[in-house]
């Protein structure tokens, strides 16, 4: 499995930005990033398969629920 920076991931997206990236992992529409080392990386695969629309991120439990941690 590769994973991608938020450099990388912003490439295959054409140039979106970071905030608009982050913006579409809070509404399901984007894989959340993995963190490692203090750095975010986001799953090739996963991401792809989102694009492709073989994932529904709004019925996965990759989506934040209340109680995580991760929420604002």
Do not use: W
């Amino acid at each position: 499995m590769r994973y991608l920076t938020m450099n990388e991931l912003r490439d295959m997206l054409g140039g979106r930005g970071r905030t608009t990236i982050y913006r579409d992992i809070e509404a399901g529409r984007l894989p959340p990033p993995i963190k490692l080392g203090g750095l975010n990386y986001f799953s090739e695969q996963l991401v792809e398969d989102v694009l492709c629309g073989l994932v529904d991120l709004k019925a996965s439990p990759l989506r934040k629920t209340k109680g995580d941690r991760r929420e604002k």
